[in-house]
T-cell receptor, first 110, second 111 residues
């Protein structure tokens, strides 16, 4: 997954706290995505971006906000974390036609 | 909205047996992609199919795209312990739009 870096790798939040997950890519790609992965649920699209300054909602956008101020970075924000947002979050870039994923952020909300 | 379904959810095989996972979409797809995720890892792109009826092979893996472009399959011949992981199909209705993933098939292999 060289080229797609996610930070942090692990995080524990208390209900109601806020945080931002960072996805950085060094491949100059336009398309970036945020997915969440839960046991038995596969990968579900939260938000995505087709270029700098643009964002769009995916399948499960509620409770999340995103920003793409710079082409290299795609930020995922949780304004008021809830236990239902406990998940593994993956960022991805579209490289040609396939997606390259980051190594993920494991978030626990207690 | 678009839904992508995969069966089975889990499959256990003995090493050397064959394995197949099936993917069905509620709508016609522009393309379908397959990914593999090892335990504790991240999804890794395997292949993309675009044409109706397309068949592609990668060593022991055979991928098919249905004639109606609504279903696909991944077949592994003579499984090995290195094949362990979860296999996801993912499709989009229009080229360039975001992929919708199936829930995956988790393969375990015993030697």
């Amino acid at each position: 997954n060289a080229g797609v870096t996610q930070t942090p790798k692990f995080r524990v939040l208390k209900t109601g706290q806020s945080m931002t997950l960072l996805c950085a890519q060094d491949m100059n790609h336009e398309y970036m995505y945020w997915y969440r992965q839960d046991p038995g649920m596969g990968l579900r699209l939260i938000h995505y971006s087709v270029g700098e300054g643009t964002t769009a909602k995916g399948e499960v956008p509620d409770g999340y906000n995103v920003s793409r101020l710079k082409k290299q970075n795609f930020l995922l924000g949780l304004e008021s974390a809830a236990p239902s947002q406990t998940s593994v979050y993956f960022c991805a870039c579209r490289v040609n036609y396939g997606y390259t994923f980051g190594s993920g952020t494991r978030l626990t909300v207690v | 909205g678009q839904q992508v379904m995969q069966i089975p959810q889990y499959q256990h095989v003995q090493e050397g047996e064959d394995f197949t996972t099936y993917c069905n979409s509620s709508t016609t797809l522009s393309n379908i992609q397959w990914y593999k995720q090892r335990p504790g890892g991240h999804p890794v792109f395997l292949i993309q199919l675009v044409k109706s009826g397309e068949v592609k092979k990668q060593k022991r893996l055979t991928f098919q795209f249905g004639e109606a472009k609504k279903n696909s399959s991944l077949h592994i011949t003579a499984t090995q312990t290195t094949d362990v992981g979860t296999y996801f199909c993912a499709g989009s209705q229009q080229a360039g739009t975001a992929l919708i993933f199936g829930k995956g098939t988790t393969l375990s292999v015993s030697s």
